[in-house]
């Protein structure tokens, strides 16, 4: 099985009140190609700050990534990314927020309307569409970020704390 991802030496730093935080130390990681990985730690590890690299949303550490033997550096390789916190427009309804990456990949045709109306069935988010997101649950506004997540089309997905708020 090929090699995915490859993280190689990766260290992080914050500057915190004049002082270093070490946040991350030498990590590495191998994913292969259709692996499921989970990163688990206590809170405040690095956990989120892997995913915020691999991301690219984190460009000043050390190290080495590739991803299918490019490196990220240099890369314009995207992966579906959801942090933590739920990020959904508060302007935007729920269903303007989950096809968001249709609208802006230039993909939102009647096909993709169409599934687009099963996943929402399919994540319990039916009868919710029109509604903002101060109008739903944490649970929901969480499914809703998974849906448009999933619906970037990356083969890899990067999920940070995914069920934290479900329930079921």
Request: charged content about 25%.
């Amino acid at each position: 099985m090929s090699i995915k991802i490859k993280i190689e030496n990766l260290s992080k730093t914050f500057k915190v009140s004049k002082k270093t935080l070490e946040v991350l130390d030498n990590i590495n990681i191998e994913v292969h190609e259709n692996q499921f990985v989970s990163l688990i730690g206590p809170s405040g590890c690095g956990k989120s700050t892997v995913l915020r690299i691999l991301a690219g949303l984190e460009k000043d550490f050390s190290g080495n990534i590739t991803v299918n033997g490019e490196s990220i550096k240099a890369s314009s390789f995207q992966f579906g990314y959801m942090p933590q916190k739920d990020l959904l427009m508060p302007w935007r309804t729920v269903y303007e927020n989950i096809i968001l990456p249709l609208e802006i990949s230039g993909k939102k045709d009647r096909s993709k309307k169409i599934e687009v109306e099963n996943l929402i069935k399919e994540f319990g988010l039916q009868g919710f569409e029109n509604f903002y997101p101060s109008e739903i649950s944490g649970g929901m506004k969480q499914r809703a970020g998974i849906l448009r997540t999933f619906l970037m089309n990356s083969d890899t997905m990067l999920l940070d704390e995914p069920l934290g708020h479900l329930t079921q």
